[in-house]
């Protein structure tokens, strides 16, 4: 099925780090959002983003819907251990379609 | 308030066999969308349902169905089951249909094995 293009696929990082990651599409999107998925659960809801280059925050979270309306980013500053999981992008063109999914990006928080 | 509750968790079966995922949402949620998620490959979107009526779908073949219950549960049947079908099945659940503008509240899944 289509897919988002989510990079990177993962991330060791060292805590405190700040980390970055994104998602590019060919298409263009209305709406995009950032979910968080641990363990053994399903994606939790991150940062909601309706508007071409609109940034929002979430604590220590913040992300940027792209101008281009193709594209979009997620921050997360100072890492602490229970960031560590799986980040999913997802975008959708309009209500009438469904969301469509990256691939996800696993953030690993070296000891 | 319960959160979205998907049963069984696990389930291991064999080729050729079918099975049947149930998913009861948050309450007061109307409805419910299905996605299969492997590893690398993100969710796949299977169905919406919202008011016991498939809003949406996916591209699955037509051995993956569902429906809607007067009480807003949900279940997924997948027919004919095919070694590729190994997946975590997600459910999620909202207020209204359209995912992207209604907070979705996913379960935990039902992780299928297939033999």
Known sequence: GQQLNQSPQSMFIQEGEDVSMNCTSSSIFNTWL?????PGEG?????ALYKAGELTSNGRLTAQFGITRKDSFLNISASIPSDVGIYFCAGQRDSNYQLIWGAGTKLIIKP | KAGVTQTPRYLIKTRGQQVTLSCSPISG???????????????????EYFSETQRNKGNFPGRFSGRQFSNSRSEMNVSTLELGDSALYLCASSYFPGQGNNEQFFGPGTRLTVL
Not at chain 2, 31 to 45: C, D, I, N
């Open chain 2, 29 to 47: 949620h109307r409805s419910v969308s299905w996605y299969q998620q492997t590893p690398g490959q993100g969710l796949q979107f299977l169905f």
């Open chain 1, 43 to 47: 994606p939790v809801l991150l940062i």
């Open chain 1, 34 to 38: 950032w979910y968080k998925q641990d």
